[in-house]
Structures are given as structure tokens and as C-alpha cells.
């Protein structure tokens, strides 16, 4: 596990420096984050899959079921993701103008974007359990987790606060 721990930590400290090297330009209406995010998501990607093979331990045999089912997982919960990102985009593009109505439906929708994401999460449980033991299975969920929220950490803390009358 020391070995999951550093590798988030270099994952981290990579996603901070691909964030922090890039300026982000400020409009009348809020700040433009896209290249950002994309940013942060490519890093993520590119990264995510050799963390957790590095760091779970798999049999040939449990290779070969496995990865199918974690490239459709993949695949399901990247939806819920590119919804929330790109009303984390909108939001922080608006956000020094944003009405009550528009401030309330953005954090309504966040709210059910996250739901989405756990629910999405909760459905492959099962899945990844009929593929590797439940044991591996559980390290594969704490790995994916901790990545996501260090992603999720780093964008929220780059949102500006919606400006207040």
C-alpha cells in the first residue's frame, strides 16, 4: 500500500502543478476553466489505470475478467462526470452573474450529479466482485475513490464562490 500512497501523492502533486501552470482568464461573467479541467481529466485518465495495476494485485485469470468490466466502468461513470464537469464549467463561467433561480438549479444539479456518480459506483460493486475476490475488489474501490476525490478536491477548490449582492 506504500505504494498506492506515494503514487497519489505524485498524482496529486501532479494535478496541482497542471492546474497552477495554467492562468485562467477572468470575464465579466465569471472565469473560463475548460482548458483547466481538461487538463486535469487527461492527467487523471492517463494515469488511473496503471496506478490500479500497479497496485492490485491480479492474477492472469482475474486480469482478463477484470479489465473489461473496469473499461465499462469506466465508460458508465465517466457520463455522470462529464455532466458534472461541465456544470462546474458553466457555473464558474457565470458565476459573478449568476440569478437565485440559476444559483439554486446549479447546486440542485450538482447534488444529483454526485448521486448519480455513487449510485453508478454502487451498481458495479457486484460486478467487480463475480470478477476478483471481494478483498480486491474493495482495493480497487478505495484506489478509484481516492483518485476521483483528489480530482473533485482540485476543482472545487479552484471554484470561485457564486459573488454574494
Known amino acids: 500500500m506504500k505504494i498506492a500512497f506515494s503514487t497519489v501523492v505524485l498524482?496529486?502533486?501532479?494535478?496541482?502543478?497542471?492546474?497552477?501552470?495554467?492562468?485562467?482568464?477572468?470575464?465579466?461573467?465569471?472565469?473560463?476553466v475548460e482548458r483547466d479541467l481538461a487538463l486535469l481529466r487527461r492527467d487523471l485518465r492517463t494515469e488511473k489505470k496503471k496506478i490500479i495495476a500497479a497496485n492490485l494485485s491480479l492474477t492472469e485469470t482475474e486480469a482478463t475478467k477484470f479489465w473489461p468490466v473496469y473499461d465499462q466502468y469506466i465508460a458508465d461513470i465517466t457520463k455522470p462526470y462529464d455532466a458534472f464537469y461541465a456544470s462546474v464549467k458553466d457555473f464558474v463561467a457565470q458565476q459573478k452573474t449568476l440569478s437565485d433561480a440559476e444559483s439554486s438549479a446549479f447546486i440542485k444539479r450538482w447534488g444529483q450529479l454526485l448521486v448519480e456518480i455513487a449510485q453508478t459506483r454502487q451498481r458495479y460493486i457486484p460486478m467487480v466482485e463475480k470478477v476478483i475476490p471481494p478483498r480486491k475488489a474493495a482495493v480497487f474501490f478505495q484506489i478509484d475513490r481516492r483518485l476521483y476525490s483528489l480530482l473533485e478536491l482540485q476543482v472545487v477548490t479552484e471554484m470561485p464562490l457564486i459573488q454574494q449582492p
Open 11 to 32: 498524482l496529486s502533486a501532479l494535478v496541482s502543478a497542471s492546474v497552477t501552470a495554467v492562468a485562467q482568464k477572468e470575464t465579466s461573467a465569471g472565469v473560463e
